[in-house]
């Protein structure tokens, strides 16, 4: 049964639990009310009975003795010693013989109550004329039974008619509920059998869940609409900087077809560079997707952060940097845990990318941060990032000068292998505008 209702539908699985809850409270509610009506009208049979003995033993103990039965009971009888009939048949004083049921006969100033023969019964014993007597006062026990099992009868008709009635409201309030999660299947079908993910689906008014439902729907296809963008374009830049160097290349070996195997000093530096190209942008991809699929796979030592970036001033120097740009250096002896050779890269790929855009000087700076965290700044006086590409910058193959040459600039992919090494060491990463003007990259990183 329970694989049944999994499988059947939304709408069929609440129709059936708000019938089995609501008969189970109607069938309670029904017997409990039962139970009460009976009790009521027991307890009404009680007081009656009561009354109708206290006003016979008034009248035979008031200064003239009197029988006087009461009028709401099906029965009155005076008792004798003899256990037969002495009032309540007949007249005053007459004997009626014995009583039709099980006779009582309690002593003085005793109460007895009984059931017997369809009768409900209640004795009391009195002395009267120095005589013990009982009296007795009945009704019939039928109203009460008749009252118990009509009711019975009405819930038996009325329950399953509720039940109908809620199974059919609960379908249709079901359904109304649902259409909008149903259009959103549709319009998500829709979306995903004709690809376009610039469509929506709809969102209903309010602030309900099926509301927040499409609005996170919306969100999500948004996400992917990015994604399937970011990934055209990543195609495109890859196909575009793969191409190039292809293309050089392939014309180098035609060049040496032709002339019969020769390649020319020049040609070969130039194939070298091109295949070092080639080789450097393979790496830079199959980190970034190692990075995310499954991270960077990161080792975890003490790495001495100010070493890190001493180092990559070192190495400008050596290197060599373009005509009339200085390296200034702040550093502050700053320990994180980490990748040493992973902070490197980090350190290089920042370091290059502000030595290309840089007029006449580069700011490498470490220092700790009060909040246990340890701060990487590199600046440079170039033109810096527009505030609207500070996000944007960091994503693959997206260079902000309009030059496509190999000459101006990296493959694109610098600054997006920065974020995924900070991401992974639990720090983050952003772009903003030196004090001078110009830009600057600060990457925070904990320091435990």
């Not at 855009?357 to 909040?371: D, T």
Request: charged share 25%.
């Amino acid at each position: 049964m329970r694989a049944g209702m999994l499988r059947a539908g939304v709408r069929r699985r609440l129709m059936v639990l708000s019938t089995v809850v609501t008969g189970i409270a109607l069938v309670a509610a029904t017997a409990g009310g039962i139970v009460v009506l009976r009790e009521a009208l027991l307890r009404s049979a009680h007081t009656t009975l009561g009354s109708g003995v206290g006003q016979i033993k008034d009248g035979l103990e008031g200064p003239e003795p009197e029988w006087t039965p009461p009028r709401k009971t099906d029965l009155a009888q005076l008792i004798g010693p003899d256990g037969r009939v002495v009032r309540g048949c007949g007249a005053a004083g007459s004997d009626c013989g014995p009583p039709a049921y099980a006779p009582l006969t309690p002593p003085p100033g005793e109460l007895v109550e009984t059931t017997d023969g369809g009768m409900r019964l209640m004795a009391l014993g009195v002395r009267v004329d120095g005589a013990d007597h009982v009296i007795v006062v009945g009704m019939s026990a039928e109203p009460i039974q008749v009252a118990v099992r009509t009711s019975v009868l009405l819930a038996l008709g009325a329950i399953p008619l509720l039940l109908a009635l809620v199974a059919f409201a609960a379908h249709r309030l079901a359904g109304r509920a649902l259409a909008p999660v149903e259009g959103i299947r549709e319009r998500v079908a829709a979306i995903g059998g004709g690809g376009d993910l610039g469509r929506r689906v709809p969102e209903p008014a309010g602030d309900d869940e099926i509301a927040r439902l499409a609005t996170t729907m919306n969100a999500m296809l948004s996400r992917l609409e990015a994604a399937q963008r970011t990934q055209r374009r990543f195609v495109a830049d890859a196909g575009h900087e793969l191409r190039s160097p292809l293309t050089t290349l392939t014309g180098i070996v035609e060049l040496a077809r032709r002339d019969g195997g020769r390649i020319p000093s020049e040609a070969l530096s130039s194939a070298e560079g091109e295949l070092g190209r080639i080789r450097i942008l393979v790496d830079d991809l199959l980190l970034l997707a190692r990075a995310d699929e499954s991270g960077l796979g990161l080792r975890r030592e003490e790495v001495d952060l100010d070493d890190v970036l001493d180092g990559e001033r070192a190495r400008l120097r050596s290197a060599g940097t373009p005509e009339g740009v200085r390296v200034v250096t702040r550093l502050e002896p700053v320990k994180v845990v980490g990748d040493r050779d992973a902070l490197a890269r980090l350190a290089r790929n920042l370091a290059d990318n502000a030595v290309r855009h840089a007029r006449g000087r580069v700011e490498l700076e470490v220092r700790a941060q009060s909040g246990g965290e340890a701060v990487i700044r590199v600046g440079d006086d170039g033109p810096g990032v527009p505030p609207e590409d500070r996000e944007r910058v960091f994503e693959r193959f997206v260079r902000l000068d309009s030059a496509r040459g190999r000459g101006s600039g990296g493959t694109g992919l610098g600054l997006s292998i920065v974020a995924a090494i900070a991401r992974d060491h639990g720090g983050t990463v952003e772009a903003g505008e030196g004090p001078g003007g110009g830009a600057e990259f600060t990457v925070r990183l904990p320091r435990g």
